[in-house]
T-cell receptor
């Protein structure tokens, strides 16, 4: 499977500010995904990011709050905008597996705390 | 609305026994089914996937799928203390994954 890295690994931010999370993959992938895992909860898909097209957002997530960039086949960013304490979560990117349909592999995650 | 249900546990199993984890899903259009293992403070790790009805074995792990009953299970044979983790069931009819809340498994030495 691909090697996935995320930056930053953790951050503490003030409410009202924005944070951009980076996701880097060591091989080219068509599809990348962003998930949120709130404390004690499971993962929720935020959006799907394909290179060369606008991200597709899930119900309850909007582009103004979570803008996503996908400039090439190995990189994506997720911005959490105008943060509130409710945005405190782990944010994970994932990439599609190669050769096995629908599989996804996850990066290490970014732990965000909003004060 | 797509839903994936799991018993949150904790499920406590003696070392060496079989751990049985269960999952039901609501979307009959789901095509692919996955089990992820998540250690505390770590990201999910894919351990099994299954697409067709029946059993699929990989080492000590067996995934079972029954689409008619909308039921997926994971059996872990010869359970080890290192198997103690949260196990997440995930399904997809499309691109993204819908996850259950996970079952916390504890293997008692």
């Amino acid at each position: 499977s691909a090697v996935i890295s995320q930056k930053p690994s953790r951050d503490i931010c003030q409410r009202g500010t924005s944070l951009t999370i980076q996701c880097q993959v060591d091989s080219q992938v068509t599809m990348m995904f962003w998930y949120r895992q709130q404390p004690g909860q499971s993962l929720t898909l935020i959006a799907t990011a394909n290179q060369g097209s606008e991200a597709t957002y899930e119900s309850g997530f909007v582009i103004d709050k979570f803008p996503i960039s996908r400039p090439n086949l190995t990189f994506s960013t997720l911005t959490v905008s105008n943060m509130s304490p409710e945005d405190s979560s782990i944010y994970l990117c994932s990439v599609e597996g190669t050769g096995v349909a629908d599989t996804q592999y996850f990066g290490p995650g970014t732990r965000l705390t909003v004060l | 609305q797509k839903e994936v249900e799991q018993n949150s546990g904790p499920l406590s199993v003696p070392e060496g026994a079989i751990a049985s984890l269960n999952c039901t899903y609501s979307d009959r259009g789901s095509q692919s089914f996955f089990w992820y293992r998540q250690y505390s403070g770590k990201s999910p790790e894919l351990i099994m996937f299954i697409y067709s009805n029946g059993d699929k074995e990989d080492g000590r792990f067996t995934a079972q799928l029954n689409k008619a009953s909308q039921y997926v299970s994971l059996l872990i044979r010869d359970s080890q203390p290192s198997d103690s983790a949260t196990y997440l069931c995930a399904v997809t009819p499309g691109d993204g994954l819908t996850f259950g809340k996970g079952t916390h498994l504890i293997i008692q030495p």
